[in-house]
């Protein structure tokens, strides 16, 4: 069964839309897809009440104390750091860091728990995999499977709206497809706040964006592969826009938005540089990132970077 509805009933107040697919709903029906397809490029979120991805008794022990997984949890928890999973390699970055408070921190992880957080990680990436090619064929052999990311420690404050941006790992004008599954080992819920469509909200802070070419010392981190690439204008575009969304307090205040509870046994998925969302609680996640080149959506002119070149009026990539 599937059900199509608005996250928010006032639509004139321009919140995204929300493709609800039940358990037991046939991912391989073509109306199935048909409609998740349309959801996903037209910027909504595609939501699994039961999403399928479960952990064992023993993985769920495993991650009820942080304690159990991390030789040192932060002094200042608040959804970060995160644990990143390279599918490349099969193993977790050992030294992945975060900014907390202007201090910059990792997730020291045990040796005792390493093995047990990999397979999990592991396996999340290959269910991930299944589902994609289960509701969008056409994006399977395009798509490039990126980072899975674990996310243990509790979010204590609200994360403004935002679109994501690429940091290190720039997109270079593909989508990031995700998929986001809420693992918490007591039931606790994941909620996000989710707001107005990609084209206001980057017709409200264009003017604003100044951009440049990339720096010399990106250029040859680039090729020394310290970073995944150089960022390309659209790259720039969009973590101008991210940035100055973020920080505009009149705009965290007064945007349009909506909240979404995702219970523990959930998933979501989203392309996260069209939808705006931001998350307010929860602790335990797991998500996996791709990328999604435009020349293989069904509609390209829907991508954000299609949108994004409209609006300037210039190539991007």
């Known amino acids: 069964m599937v059900?199509?509805?608005?996250?928010?009933?006032?639509?004139?107040?321009?919140?995204?839309?929300?493709?609800?697919?039940e358990p037991g709903t046939d991912l391989l029906a073509a109306e199935v897809r048909?409609?998740?397809?349309?959801?996903?490029?037209?910027?909504?979120?595609?939501?699994?009440?039961?999403?399928?991805?479960?952990?064992?008794?023993?993985?769920?022990?495993?991650?009820?104390?942080?304690?159990?997984?991390?030789?040192?949890?932060?002094?200042?928890?608040?959804?970060?750091?995160?644990?990143?999973?390279?599918?490349?390699?099969g193993h977790i970055k050992k030294y992945h860091y975060a900014q907390i408070q202007g201090?910059?921190?990792?997730?020291?992880?045990?040796?005792?728990?390493?093995?047990?957080?990999?397979?999990?990680?592991?396996?999340?990436g290959q269910?991930?995999?299944?589902?994609?090619a289960q509701l969008f064929p056409s994006y399977q052999q395009a798509l490039d499977r990126k980072r899975v990311t674990y996310r243990p420690f509790p979010r204590n404050s609200t994360?403004?709206?935002?679109?994501?941006?690429?940091?290190?790992?720039?997109?270079?004008?593909?989508s990031m497809l995700r998929v986001f599954t809420n693992i918490n080992p007591?039931?606790?819920?994941?909620?996000?706040?989710?707001?107005?469509?990609?084209?206001?909200?980057?017709q409200r802070f264009l003017p604003d964006v100044k951009v440049s070419g990339p720096s010399w010392l990106s250029i040859l981190l680039a090729r020394i592969g310290l970073i995944d690439g150089v960022k390309t204008k659209y790259d720039q575009y969009i973590a101008a826009l991210r940035a100055l969304g973020m920080r505009d307090k009149e705009y965290q205040v007064s945007a349009p938005r909506e909240l979404m509870e995702f219970p523990?046994?959930?998933?979501?998925?989203?392309?996260?540089?069209?939808?705006?969302?931001?998350?307010?609680s929860g602790q335990h996640s797991l998500d996996q990132t791709f990328y999604l080149p435009v020349?293989?959506?069904?509609?390209?002119?829907?991508?954000?970077?299609?949108?994004?070149?409209r609006l300037i009026g210039e190539a991007l990539v």
Request: without cysteine; glycine residues 8%; aromatic residues 6%.
């Open 103 to 124: 201090k910059m921190m990792r997730a020291q992880i045990k040796d005792t728990a390493r093995p047990d957080l990999e397979a999990i990680m592991a396996r999340y």
């Open 3 to 21: 059900n199509e509805e608005h996250v928010a009933k006032d639509e004139e107040a321009g919140i995204l839309k929300m493709l609800t697919i």
């Open 127 to 132: 269910w991930t995999e299944s589902i994609i």
């Open 295 to 309: 020349e293989a959506m069904n509609d390209p002119s829907r991508s954000p970077l299609r949108i994004l070149e």
């Open 34 to 89: 048909r409609m998740a397809i349309q959801t996903l490029e037209g910027g909504g979120l595609i939501y699994l009440p039961k999403g399928g991805f479960e952990l064992s008794e023993r993985e769920r022990v495993l991650i009820s104390d942080t304690a159990n997984i991390l030789t040192r949890v932060p002094d200042v928890e608040n959804g970060k750091p995160t644990i990143i999973f390279d599918p490349e390699s």
């Open 264 to 280: 523990a046994g959930s998933s979501w998925i989203a392309i996260t540089d069209l939808v705006l969302h931001g998350a307010i």
């Open 186 to 202: 007591v039931n606790r819920l994941r909620i996000w706040q989710l707001g107005e469509p990609f084209e206001p909200f980057v």
């Open 159 to 174: 994360q403004a709206l935002h679109i994501d941006s690429s940091y290190g790992y720039p997109t270079q004008g593909r």
